[in-house]
């Protein structure tokens, strides 16, 4: 009989963010696949967790799904988690998922921290429709023609982007848009947490002074 992959959602910064459920379930399985075993192990090193773990991430998702794969197959039960938050968001957790519904495993989810869900919880923007887009395109041609296809949008973006390109995409976004609302929110549940909420022409200034460090989520709504 096939084993269980459980999909455990871990801290995004804060480690009193983890549920008593996914504590449990980490301390129950044969096996932790994670993105990096050293940044997992810090986790599980505060949780008093010991157990084996393998590596997966972007790089290697194919050759290790197979081994992931193989275990489950074989009646392990296997927890995979991201570096931060619930895996299968923008990360290629989705492919092991995949693969195991293929195989007929059973696949079952262990809910908790979301840093989308949990920006846009706090943004004071709309939340009856979003569009979670994830992770921008780097190159600065591609990302204007994603927020071009997306002016019609009638639900709140949320994107992630990175620290040294979050004041250019900004400025994209308000030539783009227009001057709608907006709210940045930088490194959630961490010790310099920041909301930083207005439009996007007093965005750019607002967050000018912040450190060229830590990821931003950028949630832009509608027009009024």
Avoid at 86 to 106: E, M, Q, R, Y
Avoid at 113 to 142: C, R
Avoid at 191 to 205: C, K, Y
Wanted: aromatic residues 6%.
């Amino acid at each position: 009989m096939s084993g269980i992959l459980y999909i455990v959602a871990t801290p995004i910064g804060n480690l009193e963010d983890i549920t008593l459920r996914a504590i449990r379930i980490l301390k129950e399985v044969d096996l932790i696949a994670c993105e990096d075993t050293r940044h997992t192990g810090k986790l599980l090193a505060h949780l008093q967790v010991k157990k084996r773990m393998i590596s997966y991430f972007e790089h290697n998702k194919m050759s290790r799904g197979v081994e992931i794969i193989r275990e489950l197959e074989e009646g392990r039960n296997v927890a995979l988690v991201s570096d931060a938050g619930t895996p299968g968001v923008s990360d290629p957790g989705f492919n092991l998922v995949v693969s195991a519904i293929d195989k007929g495993i059973s696949v079952v989810p262990i809910p908790g921290p979301s840093a989308a869900i949990a920006a846009l919880s706090a943004a004071g923007l709309p939340t009856d429709q979003f569009h979670f887009v994830g992770f921008l395109p780097q190159k600065e041609g591609k990302k204007r023609k994603l927020l071009e296809s997306l002016k019609g949008d009638s639900g709140t973006l949320v994107f992630y982007e990175s620290p040294f390109r979050i004041r250019k995409t900004i400025q994209f976004a308000h030539e783009i848009f227009g001057n709608r609302p907006v709210a940045a929110v930088h490194e959630l549940t961490k010790i310099h947490e920041g909301i930083f909420r207005g439009n996007l022409s007093e965005l750019e200034g607002l967050i000018e002074k912040v450190p060229e460090k830590g990821e931003w989520l950028l949630l832009i709504g509608r027009t009024p």
